[in-house]
């Protein structure tokens, strides 16, 4: 088991910039991926950025590329999602996530924290 823990969510306006932090204990040595889910009212949870765990590739939803960076800090077990360009739209919930097989497949994770907040108001 994998245990995920989320911090740095809140509210920003506009353009403005947020850094989302999770740190992974447990079983951390058979960790494949992390990743960052999102879900708006009403939405289905997608997976917004993924990162392989040993070698860094990455990827992004097309809504968020260009906006969202992904990036590991493996010392500390911690992943980050640096997000700036903020839009209403991005308001949501945001979940980290763990996977044994994939960064990409959003069916493939497994791990999940209990989530933080994004409110980005216009």
């Known amino acids: 088991q994998v245990q995920l823990i989320e911090s740095g969510g809140g509210l920003v306006q506009a353009g403005g910039s947020l850094r989302l932090s999770c740190a992974a204990s447990?079983?951390?040595?058979?960790?494949?991926?992390m990743g960052w889910f999102r879900q708006a009212p009403g939405k289905e949870r997608e997976l917004a950025a993924g990162?392989?765990?040993?070698?860094?590739?990455?990827y992004y939803a097309e809504s968020v590329e260009g906006r969202f960076t992904i990036s590991k800090e493996t010392a500390k077990n911690t992943v980050y999602l640096q997000m700036a360009g903020l839009k209403p739209e991005d308001t949501a919930v945001y979940y980290c996530?763990?996977?044994?097989?994939?960064?990409?497949?959003?069916?493939?994770?497994?791990?999940w924290g209990q989530g933080t907040q994004v409110t980005v108001s216009s």
């Open positions: 996530a763990a996977s044994r097989f994939s960064y990409r497949r959003s069916d493939l994770y497994e791990y």
């Open positions: 990162i392989n765990w040993s070698f860094g590739d990455t």
């Open positions: 447990g079983a951390t040595g058979n960790m494949y991926a």
